[in-house]
């Protein structure tokens, strides 16, 4: 593991898996989804990933005079209080 990281540049990969992906119309320029997401992190000496945090990612979706679908807005919601996503 510690060659293919090095590879990479760096000691430590960081794996996130997002789920069920749920899209409510709020109105014709407005999408809200909700993901279940998990991320793992794992160090060159470590064997297996481990969990590092779940959460809830909710995002808001505009469509733009150009007809144009972008974010406008994300937010994490994690499900251990104090729990803070950074980069590792």
């Given at each position: 593991?510690?060659?293919?990281?090095?590879?990479?540049?760096?000691?430590?990969?960081?794996?996130?898996?997002?789920?069920?992906?749920?899209?409510?119309?709020?109105?014709?320029?407005?999408?809200?989804?909700?993901?279940?997401l998990l991320v793992t992190?794992?160090?060159?000496?470590?064997?297996?990933?481990?969990?590092?945090?779940?959460?809830?990612?909710?995002?808001?979706?505009?469509?733009?005079?150009?007809?144009?679908?972008r974010f406008s807005r994300?937010?994490?919601?994690?499900?251990?209080?104090?729990?803070?996503?950074?980069?590792?």
């Open positions: 593991m510690a060659g293919i990281l090095n590879d990479l540049g760096d000691d430590r990969q960081a794996r996130h898996f997002e789920s069920n992906t749920l899209l409510h119309a709020q109105d014709k320029d407005t999408v809200i989804g909700k993901t279940t992190i794992q160090w060159a000496d470590m064997e297996v990933p481990n969990l590092d945090y779940t959460a809830v990612l909710k995002a808001t979706f505009a469509r733009g005079t150009d007809n144009v679908w994300l937010t994490l919601i994690t499900d251990t209080p104090g729990t803070q996503a950074r980069a590792r």
